[in-house]
Nanobody, 127 residues
Framework: QLQLVESGGGLVQPGGSLRLSCVGS????????IAWFRQAPGKEREGLSY????????YYADSVKGRFTISRANDKNTVYLQMKILKPEDTAVYYC????????????????????WGQGTQVTVSA
């Protein structure tokens, strides 16, 4: 079973930046892809960004395109989400998730395609 741990959340002013980390342990290389999701109070979980671990193809939701960047660290067990120009509406709990089968390539922002989830990290954007 893959264990995922997110970190890097916090309080930031509008227009600021944060970098979230998702560290995987266990059989990380058995997984096909990692994605970032978020969930704000009273809202459904939203897919934000996806990276295929074998070829590093990436996808972004329209809501974060141009502001967020997903990348894989050199140690290969960490995936980052660099967030810039943060807005109050970005406030949410951010989760990373791992896809074992590769099916998330076709539905990268469908949460049911993912097998393992982290516990989440809170991001609050407020003046």
């Amino acid at each position: 079973q893959l264990q995922l741990v997110e970190s890097g959340g916090g309080l930031v002013q509008p227009g600021g930046s944060l970098r979230l980390s998702c560290v995987g342990s266990g059989r990380f290389l058995d997984y096909d892809a990692i994605a970032w999701f978020r969930q704000a109070p009273g809202k459904e979980r939203e897919g934000l960004s996806y990276i295929c671990l074998s070829n590093e193809i990436t996808y972004y939701a329209d809501s974060v395109k141009g502001r967020f960047t997903i990348s894989r660290a050199n140690d290969k067990n960490t995936v980052y989400l660099q967030m810039k120009i943060l807005k109050p509406e970005d406030t949410a709990v951010y989760y990373c998730a791992a896809d074992l089968s590769g099916s998330a390539y076709y539905w990268p922002f469908n949460q049911y395609e993912y097998n393992s989830w982290g516990q989440g990290t809170q991001v609050t954007v407020s003046a």
